[in-house]
């Protein structure tokens, strides 16, 4: 069932962030002294959102990419925010926090089994687990994240072309977080998730339980990829088609809510 998103209060709209966003929102109802956890959280603008409702008493960003950290603690927040390595293990003891986000993450991770472990171990008795990956459906296919992978050649003409040959080499070759992109070079693939397959990793980590799974669109990568080539004027249709798709479908991305059980 569609979470309910409060519009325009939701500063992320019918998205995955807008998700984990209202999710927190609604927690934090409950329980006004809530510890966080984004990992992932790139620039931070997730808990810039949520600090500035308080919807927490002490939150963590991290991620493994130290440019995207470097905006995150541009941020006037109180958030301690954290470059991280491949199999981090946090400093937190166990049981640290009552909630973990980890939204457009765990496809681009190698060793997903030890990643959502520690994750497991960090997060409190009865504490969730939000993890936002992409669906596996009819569209999995037009995903361009996997463009690099499908078309190495034609997709390094085309960003040497957009963008130089010094960012290529250092985004696509010789990256200093590990990464092709933003995958890391061990995966080399953007990982679309199933409810079976997700349900299988679960198994495989154990400890955790998949309370409720949610969606957003299905036409997204199809509207996504035309989006990226239309001038300026006509981008604005087009995030109005996107967030039509997003609010009324749920296969494009999936969202898992994971209980930890002992």
């Known amino acids: 069932m569609k979470q309910k998103i409060s519009l325009p209060e939701n500063p992320f709209g019918y998205t995955p962030k807008g998700f984990v966003y209202e999710y927190i929102k609604n927690l934090s109802k409950q329980n006004n002294?809530?510890?966080v956890l984004d990992f992932g959280c790139r620039n931070g603008d997730l808990l810039n959102e949520i600090y500035k409702q308080s919807f927490f008493n002490s939150a963590v960003g991290s991620d493994l990419d130290g440019t995207a950290i470097d905006i995150?603690?541009?941020l006037d927040i109180n958030v301690d925010f954290r470059l991280i390595e491949k199999n981090h293990r946090f400093k937190e003891e166990d049981n640290a926090f009552d909630i973990v986000s980890i939204v457009g993450v765990v496809e681009h991770v190698y060793d997903q089994v030890s990643l959502l472990t520690?994750?497991?171990?960090?997060?409190?008795?009865e504490g969730v687990i939000v993890v936002a990956v992409p669906g596996q459906h009819f569209f999995s296919f037009l995903d361009m994240g996997n463009f690099k992978f499908r078309f190495p050649k034609f997709h390094k003409f085309f960003y040497r072309l957009t963008h130089s040959e010094t960012e290529y080499i250092s985004k696509y070759v010789s990256n200093e977080f590990?990464?092709?992109g933003d995958i890391e070079a061990e995966k080399a693939w953007h990982e679309h998730f199933s409810k079976k397959s997700m349900?299988?990793?679960i198994d495989e980590v154990g400890g955790l339980e998949i309370i409720e799974i949610d969606g957003f669109g299905f036409f997204y990568r199809i509207l996504i990829n035309f989006k990226y080539f239309l001038p300026s004027f006509l981008k604005k249709i087009m995030n109005r088609l996107i967030a039509f798709d997003m609010k009324n479908f749920n296969k494009a991305e999936?969202?898992?809510i994971l209980k930890k059980i002992n």
């Open 178 to 180: 590990g990464c092709i």
């Open 254 to 256: 999936l969202i898992f």
């Open 118 to 125: 520690e994750l497991r171990r960090i997060v409190k008795n």
């Open 199 to 201: 349900q299988s990793l």
């Open 33 to 35: 002294s809530l510890n």
């Open 72 to 74: 995150a603690k541009k």
